[in-house]
Nanobody, 118 residues
Framework: QVSLVESGGDLVQPGGSLKLSCVAS????????MSWYRQAPGKQRDLVAR???????TYKDSVKGRFTISRDNAKNTLYLEMNSLQPEDTAVYYC????????????WGQGTQVTVSS
């Protein structure tokens, strides 16, 4: 059974920090491109950060310097450490696994809510 399960979302004050986790099952995790997306209320889902199997990392411009994506292939787990959180970061955060030819080619988690508010 293929699944991605996110956890770690919470309500935090502006300036606070959170660390999200995504545990993958049923895929060859180390071979997959792993990404974090987020979707704010009324907005389109947006790429936040991406980590390839070769550990090439990209970030959304607005989170550079504040968020850090990492992966532990031995644990089939993806992380997103978020610092200096702002209300604009409020969204449901989704974990995604993608590969150009392995099956499945795309897997999504159910998301975890991050709310930044005073």
């Amino acid at each position: 059974q293929v699944s991605l399960v996110e956890s770690g979302g919470d309500l935090v004050q502006p300036g606070g920090s959170l660390k999200l986790s995504c545990v993958a099952s049923g895929i060859s995790f180390s071979r997959y491109i792993m990404s974090w997306y987020r979707q704010a209320p009324g907005k389109q889902r947006d790429l936040v950060a991406r980590s390839t199997s070769g550990e090439t990392i990209t970030y959304k411009d607005s989170v550079k310097g504040r968020f850090t994506i990492s992966r532990d292939n031995a644990k089939n787990t993806l992380y997103l450490e978020m610092n200096s959180l702002q209300p604009e970061d409020t969204a449901v955060y989704y974990c995604s696994a993608n590969h150009p030819f392995l099956t499945p080619r795309s897997v999504w988690g159910q998301g975890t809510q991050v709310t930044v508010s005073s």
